[in-house]
């Protein structure tokens, strides 16, 4: 299944806590019910989105590793 996204955040070479960070800003920023793709390339990184996914009003569509990196559908 495809899903169609909004806005990318390319976070792959940024360091903890900066991604997380950097998730929740954009998130906040986008209209609700719109989708952002967020890559990182951080194992240490997926643990912090999943909380931050969980802890607020937003859906995560989809989680999946590939050539991209660790790439996370995010629903506000």
């Known amino acids: 299944m495809t899903i169609n996204f909004n806005s990318v955040l390319d976070v792959r070479h940024e360091d903890s806590p900066i991604p997380t960070i950097r998730t929740k800003e954009a ?4 209209p609700s019910g719109e989708i ?3 890559i990182t390339s951080k194992e240490s990184t ?3 989105i ?3 996914v ?6 995560l569509l989809q989680e999946l590793k590939n050539e991209e ?3 996370f ?3 506000k």
Do not use: E, S
Request: hydrophobic share 50%.
């Open 46 to 48: 997926i643990n912090n």
């Open 73 to 75: 559908l995010i629903q």
């Open 36 to 38: 952002l793709k967020v």
């Open 54 to 59: 969980a802890n607020n009003q937003f859906t």
């Open 69 to 71: 990196g660790f790439v």
């Open 50 to 52: 999943r909380t931050l």
């Open 27 to 30: 998130l906040d920023a986008l």
